[in-house]
């Protein structure tokens, strides 16, 4: 996958999510029977962030800003946010997680023989 390909991808992914979690807000809010003003003034956040985030004219609203939107309604944070399958990684990026996860469940000593392998393996094909 070309970087190019990765990068519309991830922006398609980032697009869905910030919808996504635009309804969340709104349902939940909508839910507790919340007015945007009543949680903007619970939040203690500017009485439109709410409506901007709701209607995604607010596309990357900050942790802070999310934390306080989700305290305004009483709800975890976590509520808040949808789960949507990522964007397409690239092999490198899916290898290297792979690696990581062996290497988090692996103990010192299998370590050790595991980067003493990487030593070799890399070794062999440089010149």
Do not use: F, K
Not at 109 to 124: F, H, K, N, P
């Amino acid at each position: 996958m070309s970087e190019e390909t990765y990068d519309l991808a991830r922006e398609q992914y980032e697009r869905r999510y910030m919808a996504a979690l635009a309804q969340r807000i709104r349902a939940i809010r909508e839910e507790r029977g919340l007015t945007q003003q009543s949680v903007a003034r619970a939040a203690g956040i500017a009485s439109d962030m709410v409506s901007r985030l709701e209607n995604g004219h607010y596309t990357s609203p900050g942790l802070r800003t999310l934390l306080r939107i989700a305290d305004g309604m009483g709800v975890p944070l976590a509520l808040l946010l949808p789960e949507l399958p990522g964007p397409a990684a690239s092999p490198e990026s899916t290898l290297l997680a792979l690696l990581n996860s062996v290497a988090q469940r692996a103990q010192p000593q299998e370590l050790e023989l595991l980067l003493d392998l990487a030593r070799v393996v890399i070794g062999r094909d440089r010149p």
